[in-house]
Each structure stands twice: as structure tokens, then as C-alpha cells.
């Protein structure tokens, strides 16, 4: 006995659909010989994640490929299938009702097909979509899944045809995400093998609908079972036929048996029935024409001519008034459709998209820490994967209306795990020292171990004991001080600050480098200030940028000296006279080997290499060249913070050339960013908490402990022992503050101006 396979089918109705599910779902079994030799049978699920617009977009794709796919007899299955999926992408990206997809995300439209011809099976899936076949109890996916390739798409690709066999007892699951995501593989295997199809697609649909988040998005379910059925074909043997009239088959009769008397006597009956039908038409029309004859009669009117002008007096008015009736009409009409039908559909379809994505979001959040568990310690990237949806289906409720004070928690534990999965440690700032209202323009870290700040509103440099929190003036506008060959300078206005060897460098508005240095094993601020003899720094203009040193004698504690000179275009460099009498103008050189615009330069550093900051990024220069590929990574972070990191202060933690950690700060982000002073990979990043003002004008920075509590800028020869973790210290809005750069909850802020315990280990800071 012939088998043949037969497909059981389960699939929900269109009235059990959710009513925000977009999803499509076409059957097509042929019952024309030639068709289902050549094409077989049909089997096509379109889901799409967008709500109820998606409907008429997933419809078009469906229907589009059950035509092309029938209608193309050029090739083979595989490649009319994806002809026809390229045919259905196409004209959805032509069609008004595609969904609108941002440059560079996945369409959101999937779609999962399979063909039956035989005991071929052929399976395709495009986008979000999932296909399974379960055989002898085991789940298989066929083929992979490629969610990044959903419609509409300007490249789809082409398409991935599973080619194979189905035998009886096979299931063939074509399914929406959204139903596997919530329900689970799991229990839909259990399902389809222990209930018919259609039974198993009502209780995986009831399970999708349960729960405490409730049922929303795709529900797109179809499940393919082959069975076998019996081909079997059966012949009835010819019985012979008797005639009942003798006379049937003579001469002018009829060969069938008794059709000549069952004519007559219909022949008899239309002839009486049409006699019947004459005989009423005439009693009917002389009863109506008697009717009209007996009504009374009005004499003719006699008729008038209307001029012509009048008439067409009268047509102009009756159409002026036509058209002003139905202008009236069509303005009534759509200010209501406005103001009640449209804005009610879209305040219903805003409101509903923003329950679905914060809904969305919560289950994202759950996955992470639900039920006590920690994803991002035990899979990191798994769970930032879930974060980062988490946080667009914030954005995406609150775009819609979601109130901002609901979504607060939820973005707040949203941005925690971000910032943990990309090294954003909020740090504790703490006020050291208060400067009230004077704008402090420098700070570096002396080579006593003390804070140098340069305070431009009265024109001084303070040494701050960050121990103490005492500051005493090191020097002054209109300061005398020793200068070269036993006269007197004057100190003038001071501008900017560095460090060389064991002294703190200060240029004043004159051009005039003064060094302060601190009395030896003393640290009660106690020092000499005296001019450093540098002949041609007239040549400099008044617009020098930034300045560094770089020790080459320890011992003696020489430096070269550089200087930016954005009227030369150029990095000035001195080497220290033999004596250590000064900066002779024979030994200067320019620096850079190409001229360039400094005009934007904002720091220096200098640790054998040369590093500028100019217009927001770090260059490292050597030999007077740009250092081709190396550069400070870009921050990962860019769903939270879109901007590009801009730089403005760079300081180190070790002086050694390629050694220790960068801190550079970026004042688009409040931030500042660590990184290899090798390679320029990011380490680390450091942020205030939101709820207080710093890090949005720091004007300078220094940096104690990490490798070494050497000055930041790189060019003490002092070290001590360090701390266990750095602390970063910076100026800003009229402070002197501090903070470990170490993980906080504390966020409380101290209030400027007073005297208050500010670091571990250091006490109270005073005015």
C-alpha cells in the first residue's frame, strides 16, 4: 500500500490575535497537480516588533512573497524564494506604510518561511524570526538566526535556504521571538510533542498571555506536524443498464429511455403556462388604463422664456452656493477628525507604544537582577547587551509621554550597570581649601609635597600644606627677588605654572620665569624665589600658551625647559646652560619640525616625549614629529554620553617616559578619563555625581599617589612612599578640591568656604 505525508497545521485565528501584534501568518497547500509537483506547499510567518502599524507592512511582505513565489516558474525553490524576498523588501521600502528605521539600526519586520514539496522541506529566516524542527524529541533551529538583517533593509543580503528532508513524526515551528523570549523553548517542545498542533498553539498562547507583565508585541505562531496517510485508488466495475421503454432507440425516438414522453409533457405545460401569462397582462393593462382615464385633468400652463442673462445670473448663484456648502462641509469634517479621531488615535498609539517599551524594559532589567542574581558580575557582556536595550526602551517611553518620575528608578539602575560594565567610577568630591570668589588659574604639585595655586585676582601663587590645609604666599606682583648678575627683579603679574627639578616655575605677564625654591627638608613653605636668566624671552610675545620641563640631570636637578609660542607657531626649547646659570638663546631650538597654529592650545606635558592638548585632542609628539598611531581610545560609552570627549588638562602619575596612567579631562562629559600613557588605552573613568556642580569648569589638575606621588606634570625628582589608591586634586569655581579616585556612595557635598574634614588621612582644610 502507497503513503504519502500529510502536514497537521496549528495556528491561531485572527480573532485570538493580540491586539497589538502586527504579525501575518499565509497558508498555501495547492490542490493543481502541475503546482504542487513544481512548488509544494506554502508556509509563511511575517512578525514584526512595532504595535498595530506594522500590520498593513507585514501583510504586504506576506502576500508579496506567496505571489513572486508562484507566480516565478524560472528556477529552482531555493532561488525563487529569495528572489521573492527580495522582491517583498523592495516594495515595502517603496510603500508608505514601511516602518521608519533610523541609519544603521536593524529593520524591525522578520519573517520565517518553509516549503513542502514531497518530503522536502526547504527554510528561510529573515530578521527577527525563529524557526525550529522537532525531531524524535529533539529542538533544532534551522536555519541560524540572523537577527541584524530585519526589513525593511537598502541590503537584505541573501537570504540563508536550509534545504533537507521531513518525515512523519517531524514538527516544523515557525515562531515569533517575542513568544520564545517570554514562554521559553522549553515548554513549547513539551507542547508539540505531547498535543496536536493546533491544541499546542492555544496553550503556548495562553502561557504567552499570562504572567504579570502581561501580553504584548508579536504572537506569530505556526506549527507544521507530518503525518503518513494511506494512497489508495478503488475502481467500480460497469453494471449494465436496462431500458424502460421497449420502443426506445427506434426511429425518430429518443436512444434514452423514456425521454419522449417526459418531453411531451413538459412541452404541454410551458404552452399552458404562456397562455396563463397573456391572459393576466391584458386584464392587468386595461385595469390600469381605466384607472388613468377616470383621474381629473389641469389644463396647460402657458410657458415662459426666461431671458438669458437671468438664467445664467441664477446658475452662477446656485453653483457659488454649491461650492461654498461644500467647502463648509469639508472644513467641519476635517477639524473634527483632527481635533477628536486623529489625536485620540495617536494619544492611544503613543500611550501604548510607551507601555510596551517600559514594559520591555523592566523584563530587560529582570534578566540582569531579578530573583537576587548579578549578570553583570557572572557575564558582563551579556547583561550590558540587556542594559543597552533596557535604556533605549527608556528613551523610547519617554518619548512617547511616559512620565519621567516613573522611569527614574528604573534609568538610575539602568545607568548603574552601564557604568560598571564601561569602568565609570563616581567619585566623592570634597572641598580642601576656599578661595571665595578669586579666580584660580593653576595648581601643581611641588616637589615638598605641597599645592602650588596661582591666583590671578590678587596676582599671587599660594603653597597650600594639603596635610595642614595652611597657605602662606610664595610670591607676589611687585615682589622683589635676586635676578642675574647680583640686581633686583621685579616680579609681575603671574600667568602660569610648572614644575623643574626641585623648584616651582612661574611666568609673569613681563615674560620673566621666576623659580621658587623650598628650603631644604623644610615644609613650612620657607624658600628662595629668584629670576631665571633666559636672555631672549622678549622674543616670546605675551601669549605663551603652556610651559614643561624634562629632568636630564637628577643629581644637580637640570631640566630642559619648553615653552608654547603660538606667535612663532612653535614648541621653544632651552637646554640648561653647563654652570646652571640659566637658559642661553644659543642653545634654543624650535621644537616641532613643521610649523603649526597653537593658537588653541590648553596644557603640556613633557616626560621625554611631548603631549599637547590643543583643540580637544592629545597629540604625542617625538623627535619634534606626531607619533603616528598613537591615540587616546574613544570612550564606549556613547548611548549615555553621545558627545565626543573633549580635552582641555592632562596630567600623570609617573614621570617616566611611557610609564603610569594619563588623566585627561573632558569638559563636554564632566569626566575625566585614565589612560596608558603606553598605548592610550582607557583604564578607567570618573565622574561627580550628577546632583552637584564640579567638573563643569576645572581649570587645573594634579594627581597624588597611583605610581608615584611625584608632580603630575612629570618633572619633580621628589618621590615618597605612595598611597594605595591616587587621589585627584583640582581647581575650580574658586576651590581648591579633592577626591579619592576611588568608588563612593557617598555624594554628600561639603559647603565651600568652611573649615571641613576633606580626605582620608588629611585634616581639616582652612581659609
Not at 372 to 379: Q, V
Not at 722 to 730: C, E, Q
Request: with cysteine.
Amino acid at each position: 500500500m502507497a503513503v504519502r505525508l500529510q502536514m497537521n497545521l496549528g495556528f491561531l485565528a485572527e480573532a485570538q490575535r493580540l491586539p497589538d501584534s502586527a504579525d501575518t501568518v499565509i497558508v498555501v497547500e495547492p490542490n493543481i497537480g502541475s503546482t504542487s509537483r513544481t512548488k509544494g506547499s506554502l508556509f509563511l510567518l511575517v512578525t514584526g516588533a512595532g504595535g498595530r502599524k506594522l500590520r498593513e507592512a507585514t501583510k504586504l511582505v506576506a502576500e508579496r512573497i506567496r505571489d513572486d513565489y508562484y507566480y516565478d516558474l524560472s528556477a529552482g525553490i531555493s532561488v525563487c524564494l529569495r528572489k521573492a524576498v527580495w522582491a517583498a523588501n523592495k516594495a515595502l521600502l517603496h510603500s508608505p506604510d514601511r516602518p521608519l528605521v533610523d541609519h544603521g539600526e536593524k529593520g524591525p519586520i522578520g519573517l520565517a518561511l518553509a516549503v513542502v514539496r514531497g518530503n522536502e522541506l526547504y527554510v528561510a529566516t529573515v530578521g527577527p524570526a525563529e524557526a525550529y524542527l522537532v525531531r524524535q524529541a529533539r529542538l533544532l533551529t534551522l536555519p541560524d538566526s540572523t537577527p541584524d538583517s530585519g526589513m525593511p533593509a537598502e541590503d537584505i543580503g541573501e537570504p540563508e535556504i536550509w534545504h533537507g528532508e521531513i518525515t512523519a513524526g517531524d514538527c516544523l515551528i515557525l515562531m515569533s521571538p517575542n513568544v520564545t523570549k517570554r514562554v521559553g523553548l522549553g515548554p513549547i517542545q513539551d507542547a508539540v510533542l505531547q498535543l496536536h498542533p493546533q491544541a499546542a498553539v492555544e496553550q503556548i498562547h495562553r502561557q504567552f498571555g499570562s504572567g504579570s507583565l502581561g501580553s504584548t508585541g508579536g504572537d506569530g505562531l505556526l506549527f507544521i506536524e507530518a503525518t503518513e496517510v494511506a494512497s489508495t485508488h478503488k475502481a467500480s466495475p460497469l453494471k449494465p443498464v436496462w431500458p424502460g421503454d421497449s420502443m426506445s432507440g427506434a426511429p425518430n425516438h429518443s436512444p434514452i429511455p423514456l425521454a419522449d414522453t417526459v418531453a411531451g409533457g413538459v412541452t404541454a405545460v410551458q404552452t399552458g403556462a404562456r397562455q396563463a401569462q397573456l391572459a393576466a397582462d391584458g386584464i392587468m393593462r386595461r385595469g390600469v388604463y381605466g384607472l388613468f382615464d377616470r383621474m381629473p385633468q389641469r389644463p396647460m400652463s402657458r410657458g415662459r422664456i426666461t431671458p438669458m442673462t437671468v438664467r445664467r445670473e441664477r446658475q452662477q448663484r446656485a453653483a457659488f452656493g454649491i461650492i461654498g456648502l461644500l467647502a463648509v462641509i469639508a472644513i467641519v469634517g476635517t477639524g473634527t477628525y483632527l481635533v477628536s479621531g486623529s489625536n485620540r488615535g495617536d494619544s492611544v498609539d503613543r500611550q501604548q507604544q510607551a507601555q510596551q517599551a517600559f514594559a520591555k524594559a523592566k523584563t530587560d532589567i529582570d534578566l540582569v537582577y531579578g530573583n537576587g542574581r548579578d549578570l553583570m558580575a557572572a557575564d558582563p557582556t551579556t547583561a550590558a547587551g540587556y542594559l543597552t536595550d533596557a535604556y533605549k526602551q527608556l528613551a523610547k517611553a519617554e518619548a512617547n509621554g511616559y512620565p519621567a518620575a516613573s522611569l527614574a528608578d528604573a534609568r538610575a539602575q539602568t545607568v548603574a550597570g552601564l557604568d560598571l560594565y564601561y569602568h565609570v567610577t563616581i567619585i566623592a568630591p570634597q572641598v580642601v581649601l576656599s578661595f571665595g570668589n578669586d579666580d584660580l588659574e593653576g595648581a601643581v604639585l611641588g616637589p615638598d609635597g605641597a599645592a602650588y595655586i596661582l591666583d590671578t585676582t590678587v596676582s599671587k601663587v599660594y603653597r597650600v600644606d594639603l596635610q595642614t590645609g595652611a597657605k602662606i604666599a610664595v610670591a607676589a606682583a611687585n615682589q622683589l627677588a635676586p635676578a642675574a648678575g647680583g640686581q633686583t627683579g621685579v616680579v609681575t603679574n603671574p600667568r602660569l605654572l610648572t614644575t623643574g627639578g626641585g623648584e616651582v616655575l612661574i611666568l609673569d605677564s613681563s615674560n620673566s620665569l621666576w623659580a621658587w625654591h623650598p628650603a631644604a627638608g623644610n615644609r613650612t613653605g620657607r624658600g628662595i624665589l629668584k629670576k631665571v636668566y633666559i636672555p631672549d624671552d622678549e622674543t616670546w610675545g605675551l601669549g605663551a600658551r603652556a610651559m614643561g620641563t624634562f629632568i636630564i640631570n637628577a643629581q644637580i636637578g637640570q631640566y630642559n625647559f619648553y615653552i608654547v609660542v603660538p606667535s612663532q607657531s612653535q614648541v621653544v626649547k632651552y637646554p640648561p646652560a653647563p654652570d646652571g646659570s640659566g637658559y642661553p638663546s644659543a642653545g634654543r631650538a624650535n621644537y616641532l619640525s613643521v610649523a603649526q597654529d597653537l593658537t588653541h592650545v590648553t596644557d603640556m606635558y613633557v616626560d621625554g616625549k611631548v603631549y599637547l592638548v590643543d583643540k580637544g585632542k592629545i597629540t604625542q609628539y617625538q623627535l619634534g614629529q606626531a607619533v603616528r598611531g598613537w591615540t587616546v581610545d574613544a570612550p564606549k560609552d556613547t548611548l549615555i554620553r553621545p558627545k565626543a570627549p573633549f580635552y582641555t588638562r592632562l596630567v600623570a602619575d609617573n614621570p617616566a617616559q611611557d610609564q603610569g596612567t594619563f588623566y585627561g579631562y573632558d569638559n563636554t562629559n564632566r569626566r575625566v578619563i585614565a589612560f596608558k600613557k603606553l598605548d592610550g588605552s582607557i583604564v578607567g573613568q570618573y565622574m561627580v555625581p550628577a546632583s552637584v556642580p564640579w567638573f563643569s569648569a576645572l581649570t587645573s589638575m594634579f594627581v597624588t599617589g597611583g605610581s608615584t606621588t611625584t608632580a603630575a606634570s612629570g618633572t619633580s625628582v621628589a618621590t615618597t612612599t605612595a598611597p594605595v589608591n591616587p587621589v585627584l586634586y583640582w581647581t575650580e569655581s574658586g576651590n581648591l578640591m579633592g577626591a579619592p579616585l576611588i568608588p563612593t556612595t557617598n555624594n554628600t557635598q561639603s559647603p565651600s568656604g568652611g573649615a571641613t574634614p576633606v580626605l582620608s588621612g588629611s585634616p581639616k582644610a582652612t581659609r
